[in-house]
């Protein structure tokens, strides 16, 4: 018996050296990409303590700036160390940000990132074409049935241009805007920001689905997730 014991201790021992590096590594949250409920996309540990979610329009240029500033210090000093997820989701202003939220969610959930981030980056470009526009052109963004405005908005402002650029054909492309499950979750992200969560504009954030009040910037938002517990 004390035999079977040593032995038995002995592997125990074996099994922990042999598990031990591996289990120290700590794992690239940046990685993993999963959906809310509430039809967002979340980037982290999904079970992470600590939950920030942007609320986000993408002709919004406060929210291109977050996206721009914030983008490699959030990941790599808080989703990186599993300290924080971080969920992105639409508060829709207007038929362009619609088309542009749509868009952005094609591909499935491990591109929305890149095409979220490919929006933002290229915002001050595009969003030139759509004030450039003639007033009778974006009559017709509004116009008709909603597929089709979506295509002619995507046409007109450049957004298939941006969808090539990540791998997505016109016809794909064509495809996410006629999405009628993905234009549903859409919308009720944008009525749930404003009736349950009160935002009053872009980009705004949650901690652990509390409305942080007075914070639209990457500078107000550092220190409060600076100050949260480990």
């Known amino acids: ?63 291109a700036d977050f996206e721009v500033t914030s983008s490699v210090p959030l990941k790599k000093d808080f989703i990186a160390k599993g300290k924080v997820s971080a969920e992105v989701r639409n508060y829709v202003r207007d038929a362009v940000d619609f088309t542009a939220a749509m868009l952005a969610r094609c591909g499935g959930r491990t591109k929305f990132f890149g095409n979220h981030h490919a929006f933002m980056a290229s915002q001050d470009k595009w969003l030139k074409t759509v004030m450039s526009t003639s007033p009778e052109v974006q009559k017709t963004w509004y116009e008709g049935e909603t597929n089709a405005r979506l295509q002619k908005i995507a046409s007109d402002v450049g957004f298939y241009d941006i969808m090539a650029k990540r791998g997505i054909s016109k016809t794909q492309a064509n495809v996410c805007l006629a999405d009628k499950k993905a234009q549903d979750q859409i919308l009720a992200m944008s009525k749930y920001g404003a009736e349950t969560v009160k935002i009053t504009g872009t980009p705004s954030f949650t901690i652990n689905d509390k409305l942080l009040d007075k914070v639209h910037s990457w500078s107000v938002l550092l220190p409060k997730l600076a100050a949260l517990p480990q």
């Open 1 to 63: 018996m004390k035999f079977r014991n040593a032995y038995l201790a002995s592997a125990a021992l074996a099994a922990a050296v042999m598990v031990s590096p591996a289990s120290a590594q700590q794992s690239d949250w940046t990685k993993r990409v999963t959906m809310s409920t509430m039809g967002g996309h979340v980037l982290g540990n999904p079970l992470a303590k600590n939950r920030l979610v942007e609320y986000v329009s993408y002709t919004c240029s406060h929210c």
